[in-house]
């Protein structure tokens, strides 16, 4: 593939309204650790105990342990050049870009992100129970933390567990059909329904991408596979764009 991925036939033309999906492998360079890949958070926990309502329910003390520690490092890692070239492309062509994330961290948002959908959730984020208002939150949440809306001890972790439903699936879905360039960075493409975005926008008519350190289970769907790490490889393709 040549260096230069302006030279690439499926990137010659101008791309109008382009959707980034981001996963954990464009937070990977920043230090926080994926899922799925070597030594990965499902390595050491399983799913069901920690990302499920019913794990909630069984151990809630267990599940906030787990969201805790990964939001304490959120103070000890920073935005890598993958985060920051998405903020530079989103401010030097307004409107251009929807930032879709799977990720939980708040990396795009300190890059200088302004718009991201965070289907997952956000660590910085709690959800009461009762009441269902998100409530920003950054340090340690415990079973006796009270809701600052409704004062009832019903906090839990504004993740979006697995048998739930991801946020924004309407604004999600409208960029997805309207786009003409869709570009997947550091997902591994097994949970739906992120893992079927693609699918969607070629049905759109637009041209897609994906970049990774290795194919995925859904390279097969995208026009093109930029292989290598997000940090290196995001940002010459964003500069591509730009032209
Ligand atoms: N550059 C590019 N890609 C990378 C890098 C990197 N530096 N490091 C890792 N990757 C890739 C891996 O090859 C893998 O394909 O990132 C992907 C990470 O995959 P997962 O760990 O499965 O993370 P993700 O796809 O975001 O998981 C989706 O699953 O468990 C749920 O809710 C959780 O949002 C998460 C969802």
């Known amino acids: 593939m040549p260096n230069d991925l302006r030279k690439l036939p499926v990137l010659q033309q101008h791309f109008d309204r382009v959707v980034v999906l981001t996963g954990a492998g464009i937070s ?22 920690v990302a499920t309502p019913e794990g909630f329910n069984a ?20 935005p890598n050049p993958a985060h920051l070239a998405l903020a530079h492309f989103e401010q030097n062509h307004p409107s251009r870009l929807t930032l879709i994330t799977q990720n939980v961290d708040d990396l795009h948002e300190r890059a200088g992100s302004n718009c991201v959908l965070h289907m997952h959730g956000e660590l910085r984020s709690a959800l009461c ?11 340690d949440l415990t079973v006796t933390d009270i809701c600052s809306n409704c004062s009832n001890p019903t906090l839990r972790p504004d993740i979006v567990w697995f048998g739930e439903m991801p946020y924004f699936l309407d604004e999600i879905t409208e960029a997805l059909i309207t786009c003409d360039l869709l570009i997947a960075v550091g997902t591994s493409a097994q949970v739906y329904p992120a893992a079927g975005f693609v699918q969607t926008a070629r049905e759109s008519g637009a041209t897609t991408v994906e970049v990774n350190l290795e194919p995925t289970a859904a390279s097969h769907w995208f026009d093109l596979s930029v292989i290598g790490p997000a940090s290196i490889k995001l940002p010459e393709l964003l500069s591509s764009l730009s032209a």
């Open 28 to 49: 990977a360079e920043s230090g926080v650790a994926t899922f799925r890949d070597s030594g990965g958070l499902w390595e050491g926990h399983r799913i069901e105990e």
């Open 59 to 78: 151990d809630p003390q267990k599940v906030h342990q787990f969201y805790n520690a990964r939001r304490r490092q959120l103070s000890e890692v920073e």
């Open 129 to 139: 129970q009762s009441c269902e208002v998100k409530i920003r939150h950054l340090g």
